[in-house]
């Protein structure tokens, strides 16, 4: 990993533990990875999906991350962390980024791709905006033996200071079956119960005043009122 791209991780997990309570994986150990081209995909709920997944990616896989970003232009700072232009008026940059994304594949097999089929950030109460197209074979097409990994996010926990990112992911698996919907809906109905499953903290972020805060020495004083 470059020195730039340390310091943008590093950077980012920094905003990420000011933002979150907590970032908790969500039921099994997360699954060993074949060394080949992965394609995680995800639902799409929260402004800080793809840094979040780009953490899981890089800081607790220690894998290079890809991600196809529409508004890089925005937010160019994001190219050191791995992501590429992917506007939606610009046909030959997003060819680009396509052969992009294949050499990485061809360079290091290791390289996991994060793509949100539902191709915008919406509210979770909508759940999930499936794409009506067939996007998923056309990836298909980007590189041979492809794994595909389905990935659930959701920020819950709002009652404490700052909210909690659960993650709940499915097995990979070798090649679409046309049951990508049905993995990731079942995984988002997983994380409407997290309590349910057995958790580990990928990222413990900052302690709100509950957490911190304890004045019952000023009780004797104070008990008079």
């Known amino acids: 990993m470059t020195w730039p791209r340390r310091l943008g991780f590093r950077l980012l997990e ?22 080949q081209p992965v394609i995680l995909y995800a639902n799409h709920h929260a402004f800080f999906d793809g840094m979040v997944l780009g953490y899981l990616i890089e800081r607790i896989l220690q894998r290079p991350a890809v991600l196809w970003f529409q508004e890089l232009e925005r937010f160019p700072f994001f190219r050191i962390l791995g992501a590429l232009p992917f506007p939606a008026a610009a046909a030959q940059t997003r060819a680009t980024t396509v052969r992009t994304t294949q050499r990485r594949w061809r360079t290091d097999p290791r390289t996991v791709m994060i793509y ?35 990935v659930a996010l959701r920020v819950a926990g709002w009652e404490d200071h700052r909210p ?14 046309g049951m990508e919907r049905a993995h990731l809906e079942a995984l988002m109905n997983a994380l409407e119960r997290p ?16 957490d911190r805060w304890d004045f019952s020495l000023l009780n004797p004083l104070l008990s008079r009122f």
């Open 164 to 177: 909690t990112m659960y993650i709940k992911a499915g097995q990979p698996q070798r090649g679409t079956t």
């Open 116 to 150: 949100f089929p539902e191709g915008k950030l919406h509210a979770w109460e909508e759940g999930l905006a499936w794409p009506a197209d067939d996007r998923f074979a056309r990836l298909e097409r980007l590189a041979d033996d492809i794994i595909w990994w389905p």
């Open 195 to 210: 309590d349910r499953h057995a958790q580990r903290v990928l990222l413990e972020g900052r302690r709100g005043p509950h």
């Open 14 to 35: 920094r905003t990420l533990r000011r933002e979150f309570r907590q970032i908790v994986w969500l039921g099994d150990d997360i699954p060993e990875l074949p060394r």
